[in-house]
Antibody, heavy 122, light 106 residues
């Protein structure tokens, strides 16, 4: 069965960096577009970033552009999110999610990890 | 940016009754609309995609309808496990979510 397991969250001071990981299993990871989505505690969902199956294409929400970098290691079935220059507004649960549907440019997210909490606080 | 607006913010319904949740897009998203169910302490779970196709594992009491800018999620006879927060999402042009509708027990 499809499993996505995030790790790497924690408490970090403003201005510092953190790298999140998402370990995938139960499907051919290298064939799928992958996303990061975040949710501030008690708030709604916000799409963060997307990466193509072969890492050739990467796109970001304006709120994180220039600070966050999405990457993947298909040999390790792992997705990453490098977060730099963190601010208190980045405090959230971070979920990795798999692109569903077919070959369209945009699609729904058919599987989600359980999330990892990032708290930015001094 | 396409803005998604859900109504109501909170819906109180008794078990066994019907619940109707609405989602409006600021511009047409065709049928590129998904609904997700989120229970406390859990990740969102895909419920509906393509505006009306039920995802694996959800019973027939869940149905989605609409196209363009107006969408509806209907739960025909609420069960205790259905009380959760429901989010709509457009994926016609990038991605944006509604703010959610909390479905609570009346």
């Amino acid at each position: 069965q499809v499993q996505l397991v995030e790790s790497g969250g924690g408490v970090v001071q403003p201005g510092r960096s953190l790298r999140l990981s998402c370990a995938a299993s139960g499907f051919t990871f290298s064939s799928y577009v992958m996303h990061w989505v975040r949710q501030a505690p008690g708030k709604g969902l916000e799409w963060v970033a997307v990466i193509s199956h072969d890492e050739s294409l990467k796109f970001y929400a304006d709120s994180v552009k220039g600070r966050f970098t999405i990457s993947r290691d298909n040999s390790k079935n792992t997705l990453y999110l490098q977060m730099n220059s963190l601010g208190t507004e980045d405090t959230a649960f971070y979920y990795c999610a798999r692109k569903g549907g077919g070959s369209g440019s945009f699609d729904y997210f058919d599987y989600w990890g359980q999330g990892t909490l990032v708290t930015v606080s001094s | 940016e396409i803005v998604m607006t859900q109504s109501p913010a909170t819906l109180s319904v008794s078990p066994g009754e019907r619940a109707t949740l609405s989602c409006r897009a600021s511009q047409s998203v065709a049928s590129n609309l998904a609904w997700y169910q989120q229970k406390p302490g859990q990740a969102p779970r895909l419920l509906i995609y393509g505006a009306s196709t039920r995802a694996t594992g959800f019973p027939a009491r869940f149905s989605g309808s609409g196209s363009g800018t107006e969408f509806t999620l209907t739960i025909s006879s609420l069960q205790s496990e259905d009380f959760a927060i429901y989010y709509c999402q457009q994926y016609n042009n990038w991605y944006s979510f509604g703010q959610g509708t909390k479905l609570e027990i009346k």
